[in-house]
């Protein structure tokens, strides 16, 4: 199970004192925490996938806003903590597969026109389950139904 990943990844990172990995265990730990108060109710495996995802999202983005104001050192941190997450996600599938699934949903789906791309998107991620970005299956989508 992912959670108890987490938590043994957190313990040895406490053990070797490795500050960088303790704090991304906890920050990924806390949300999980979060959505289980927010939800009443424990997290399933899915749940702890989209959990992560949408963390992975969320430090890509702040990634790029530091960039953007020069900021190399908060980059350079949250680059790490990034790589770190990344471990407890499944094995990211890369864009010709990704292309692939949307191709086979879409004539699945027979959509023709931009109208239905919430509908693609909405069964590709439901099929890619953490193993594709959003962003990525957005912009392909929106490619191919054009």
Do not use: C, H, W
Request: net charge positive.
């Amino acid at each position: 199970m992912i959670l108890n990943k987490i938590k043994n990844s957190l313990k040895d990172a406490m053990k070797d004192s490795n500050k960088s990995e303790v704090l991304a265990m906890r920050n990924i730990l806390e949300k999980i925490k979060q959505y289980e108060v927010d939800n009443k109710t424990s997290v399933n495996e899915n749940d702890i996938l989209t959990i992560i995802s949408k963390y992975v999202k969320q430090l890509r983005d702040s990634i790029e806003q530091f960039k953007k104001g020069n900021r190399l050192d908060l980059v350079e941190k949250e680059q790490s903590e990034l790589e770190i997450i990344l471990r407890f996600l499944p094995k990211q599938l890369d864009k010709k597969e990704v292309t692939k699934i949307i191709e086979n949903t879409i004539e699945n789906l027979n959509a023709s026109n931009l109208s239905d791309m919430g509908k693609v998107i909405g069964v590709v991620i439901s099929q890619t389950k953490g193993q594709a970005d959003g962003k990525m299956i957005s912009e392909i989508v929106k490619e191919k139904l054009k």
